[in-house]
């Protein structure tokens, strides 16, 4: 890495990388399809630092593919 962005991360207590992070992930759970995000409880931004300060980003649509693949063989 940069030295010179090493140093400004350490300057700022990794809260700049930290808020870039939260914001691409807002970004990705914007993108998701409509019924998947209507299975997102609460607010995006606020799913977002929880994602980012778990380090846990999970996979929405593999795990709806999922819940239906096991819902069609359960009939």
């Known amino acids: ?35 998947v995000k209507k299975q997102i409880k609460g607010k995006i931004t606020n799913k977002a630092l929880e994602h980012i300060a778990a380090n846990n980003i999970p996979d929405y649509v593999m795990q709806e593919f999922e819940e239906e693949q096991t819902s069609e063989i359960e009939e």
């Open 1 to 35: 890495m940069d030295p010179k962005v090493e140093k400004f991360l350490e300057d700022n207590n990794m809260t700049y990388l930290y808020l870039l992070l939260a914001n691409l992930e807002v970004e990705r759970l914007s993108n998701l399809p409509f019924t």
